[in-house]
């Protein structure tokens, strides 16, 4: 079993900056795939970046260039460092972990461990 917990979300300008963490209650392994998601109101949820086994990345065509995904394997932490925010990006974040060990996915629905989530919110 893991338990996440995000924290980091706030309140911003338009421009502004957030870091988001994910600590992990327990070992994240290194064949787990890691993302964050996000849900506005109303809309579906939305992957933002996805860390895949082995260490390579990907990012939704919508943050790409402002967002930057990363983990601190001994802390069991990940992390989503979110710039030059927009009100576009206002929802609420989530992280996930996939522990199938199968290949990582785009598709929040194969994600089987995820946090509360933490608010973002953007001001124009």
């Known amino acids: 079993q893991v338990q996440l917990t995000e924290s980091g979300g706030g309140s911003v300008e338009s421009g502004g900056s957030l870091r988001l963490s994910c600590a992990a209650s327990?070992?994240?392994?290194?064949?787990?795939?890691l993302g964050w998601f996000r849900q506005a109101p109303g809309k579906e949820r939305e992957t933002i970046a996805i860390?895949?086994?082995?260490?390579?990345?990907l990012y939704a065509d919508s943050v790409k260039g402002r967002v930057t995904i990363s983990q601190d394997s001994a802390k069991s932490t990940l992390y989503l460092q979110m710039n030059s925010l927009e009100p576009g990006d206002a929802a609420m974040y989530y992280c996930?972990?996939?522990?199938?060990?199968?290949?990582?996915?785009?598709?929040?629905?194969?994600?089987?461990?995820w946090g509360q989530g933490t608010q973002v919110t953007v001001s124009s």
């Open positions: 996930a972990l996939d522990t199938s060990a199968g290949p990582c996915s785009e598709y929040h629905g194969y994600y089987n461990y």
């Open positions: 327990g070992r994240i392994w290194s064949s787990y795939c």
């Open positions: 860390i895949y086994t082995g260490g390579s990345t």
